[in-house]
């Protein structure tokens, strides 16, 4: 069924098959979204995130309550994480050139945007969960929201990195929605709103570029994390399965 997300509701409008480039599998040509339509966005985020961001907290605490030695360790592996990227400064990335398609030679260091993403995750979840020192901290939500705007950087207007790997984009946005979800909130509204544009405009992208590939079904973790990024997105489960088919 259709996802009661933070966009839920949001219209996507499709592009002609002839607009999305064949060379490139992984590309999309994306409308972009009225600034009507981010209003709304934004608007059922309050809404509709509250709730999820409650359920997340439920869940968090019921783990703990079930599991406690489990809980405690794994915990204390995402805190480790959480505070190395409090403490590393945000360094600029190099996108890289692609020589040959669809993989060829470029420098693997635009990958760091995926453990951007991953870091900024598990320090929203130091922040959202009590019992530890980063919980509700001033510097730890200084730096989440300053992650944010350093994801959102990377992104074009029509929703994408155009890193030299299409695979990239959806490896940072799983993460870059759970935060979203969490966070969004406590963000400053010039973050908050670039990410929710970068968020809405990226599904998009996903769904009329990677969703309308040829051989969609057949790329077991990546149309995982494309389902994902539907059902993040609000969108019906039925389209974006049937995408895939």
């Known amino acids: ?125 130091g922040w959202t969960i009590s019992g530890n020192e980063l919980y509700r901290q001033d510097a730890a939500l200084k730096r989440i929201d300053a992650s944010f705007a350093y994801l959102a950087d990377h992104f074009s207007a029509d929703g994408s990195t155009h890193a030299p790997d299409g695979n990239i984009d959806r490896f940072i946005l799983i993460p870059l929605f759970e935060a979203f979800i969490i966070t969004e909130h406590a963000l400053t509204p010039s973050t908050r709103e670039r990410a929710a544009n970068v968020l809405v405009q990226s599904a998009y992208y996903q769904m009329n570029g990677f969703g309308k590939r040829e051989g969609a079904g057949t790329y077991p973790n990546m149309d995982a994390a494309y389902l994902f990024i539907m059902q993040a997105a609000g969108i019906d489960r039925r389209i974006a399965l049937a995408m895939l088919r």
């Not at 934004?42 to 809404?47: C, G, N, V």
């Open 1 to 125: 069924g259709k996802g009661k997300l933070w966009y839920d509701g949001l219209e996507l409008t499709e592009v002609e098959p002839s607009r999305v480039p064949k060379e490139d599998p992984m590309s999309g040509k994306s409308p972009s979204a009225s600034a009507a339509e981010r209003a709304k966005a934004l608007k059922a985020a309050d809404t509709n995130a509250a709730p999820l961001r409650r359920a997340t907290q439920a869940l968090f605490e019921a783990n703990r309550k079930r599991a406690p030695k489990v809980f405690a360790q794994v915990f204390a592996s995402v805190l480790e994480r959480a505070q190395k990227f409090l403490a590393a400064p945000l360094r600029p990335v190099d996108m890289g050139t692609v020589v040959g398609r669809p993989y060829g030679s470029y420098n693997m260091d635009v990958w760091r945007l995926r453990g951007v993403a991953e870091d900024l995750l598990a320090l929203v979840q």
